[in-house]
């Protein structure tokens, strides 16, 4: 298992941090995959937990755009505790979120971040992948990245908001009136991630309104 150290640390928002890595020689990965990632402290070496890559295969770094939650002991709450020049611990690339055409990307909070590698990736191609970004927060503090989610979606980022009204957003959950609304074609591909209740029921959703299930694109797929 590669042993890599971290080059840098931008804070995003309140709870959301970016980390840069070296790249270890011969280590690949497609866009929107993960990996088990482990600090390489005493006593957490064994705690590994799954965190996408946000940068690109051909970039010679890596990458990883994290969620905190202090509530969770173990890596998440561990990371904020991080430095320049410490190490993280990590395994081979895995994940099913990966680019099959065009199509309608909803992500719930975290869970933008495979989408993030593939949208940056076509992006860099010129291709048009993104017929609508859909991305679900909580709170507009936890809104991060908006505005190159809004250039690497070609301004077609829709925000929604569960629990605060924001001007120029949508309010509330994204299920079947919010997709009724502002979907216009279900023969697409579906890309979804972020927690799992919100996964399960917007694929279910989804496929009431028609959507093709093999066209639905998430981890489980």
């Known amino acids: ?44 070496r064994e705690e590994k937990r799954p965190f996408t890559f946000t940068s690109l295969p051909d970039d010679d770094f890596l990458e990883f755009t994290i969620k905190t939650y202090p509530s969770h002991e173990g890596v ?4 904020k505790e991080l430095n320049r020049g410490e ?14 055409g ?9 869970g933008v971040t495979p989408m993030l590698a593939i949208l940056r990736n076509e992006a860099s191609k010129g291709s048009d992948a993104v017929s609508r970004l859909i991305f679900s927060n909580k709170k507009e503090k936890d809104l991060f ?9 070609e301004g077609r980022l829709l925000l929604t908001f569960t629990d605060q009204e924001v001007d120029e957003a949508e309010y509330g959950r994204v299920d079947e009136g919010f997709l009724r609304k502002h979907v216009s074609d279900f023969n697409q591909y579906f890309y979804v991630c972020g927690p799992p209740e ?20 998430t981890e489980e797929s």
Do not use: C
């Open 1 to 44: 298992m590669p042993t890599v150290e971290i080059q840098s640390i931008q804070s995003l928002n309140y709870n959301v941090r970016q980390f840069r890595t070296e790249k270890p020689d011969g280590y690949e990965f497609t866009p929107g995959q993960a990996t088990l990632v482990a600090i390489d402290r005493e006593g957490l």
């Open 76 to 79: 998440t709450d561990k990371l």
């Open 87 to 100: 190490h993280l611990i990590l395994e081979d690339p895995w994940g099913a979120i990966q680019f099959k």
């Open 102 to 110: 065009k199509g309608t990307f909803i992500a719930g909070g975290a």
């Open 145 to 153: 990245l908006e505005e190159e989610l809004k250039t690497v979606s």
């Open 198 to 217: 919100m996964v399960e029921s917007v694929e279910e959703d989804l496929e009431k309104l028609g959507a093709d299930p093999d066209k639905i694109v």
